[in-house]
């Protein structure tokens, strides 16, 4: 493993502090200042790596998107790599704060460059999660869509169980039929 530079170690306290203010503060009140500040770094630093607050945010949100989600490799089984990929996506969501998740789908309404930067980085790992298992002939942004609006529905709208249960029946029901070839006649 390479040795970890200043610049590297500045740079990651930098985009720890971005997530733990979005969490707290929520993008609108969010400030460079106040990463800054919270990273031990100045505002000169910060906007030496990001053009500004929307490019810091998606930054960090990529860094974090990228280490929080880690699937284990396929085995060759399609159900059970689903339910692996699926259950990963779920245990990712979990150790997310609530807070900072609504915050930042918030402030993506307001600002169409943040929404477009983190759709593309969020939407870009799962694809690759679900290519590493799926055919390569399968739409994979599209089950990684189905897949987040199912757990991010169960966690912040209906508050049902994110159980085992749950996992399978998305599996079965949902990802597995949109894998089968299309029937004669519909």
Excluded: N
Excluded at 34 to 52: C, D, E, N
Excluded at 125 to 139: G, I, M, Q, T, Y
């Amino acid at each position: 493993m390479a040795a970890r530079t200043r610049s590297d170690v500045r740079e990651a306290a930098i985009l720890t502090a971005t997530m733990a203010l979005l969490g707290e503060l929520g993008y609108d009140r969010l400030t460079v200042e106040a990463v800054a500040g919270r990273a031990g770094a100045s505002k000169a630093t910060v906007y030496r790596r990001w053009a500004g607050k929307a490019d810091l945010v998606a930054a960090a949100v990529g860094r974090y998107a990228g280490a929080a989600l880690a699937y284990p490799p396929p085995s060759g089984d399609l159900r059970a790599d689903l339910l692996a990929l699926v259950d990963a996506l779920r245990k990712s969501l979990l150790d997310q704060d609530a807070a900072l998740v609504l915050g930042l789908l918030a402030a993506m309404r307001h600002d169409a460059a943040l929404a477009g930067v983190v759709r593309r980085i969020v939407l870009d790992h799962k694809r690759e999660a679900f290519a590493a298992v799926l055919p390569p002939s399968a739409d994979h942004g599209w089950l990684a869509e189905l897949t987040s609006a199912a757990l991010l529905s169960r966690l912040l709208v209906t508050g049902e169980p994110l159980d085992e249960e749950f996992l399978a029946k998305l599996v079965d029901t949902v990802l597995l039929p949109q894998l089968e070839e299309p029937r004669c006649g519909t």
